[in-house]
């Protein structure tokens, strides 16, 4: 086999392999976070349910409970969408099968 040839498909298999670990990382990654806003996104979930309307009553008037009540529902709402939109799972599967 010609040299040139040979360092040629040596270099293409060192890309490849950045590559593949490059894919692999950012799929690792995005598991990760997708992991911590899931449950994130829970945690804001109950404690809209439960802590505003049982101690949050206590301390606030209506209005500020009706206030506090959206801003949580907001964030939630944002996480949620960020989660259907940014962290597909089939994406994730193809990058680590890519791998």
Not at 12 to 36: C, V
């Amino acid at each position: 086999m010609d040299a040139t040839l040979k360092s040629e498909f040596e270099r293409l298999t060192r890309n490849a392999t950045i590559r593949r670990e490059d894919l692999f990382r950012s799929a690792q990654k995005k598991a990760r976070r997708r992991k911590m806003l899931n449950v994130l996104a829970g945690i804001l979930s109950l404690t809209s349910a439960a802590a505003i309307t049982a101690v949050i009553n206590k301390y606030f008037t209506s209005d500020g409970v009706q206030i506090i009540a959206a801003i949580i529902a907001a964030v939630s709402g944002i996480i949620s969408l960020l989660l259907t939109t940014y962290f597909d799972d089939g994406e994730i599967f193809n990058m680590r099968l890519a791998a």
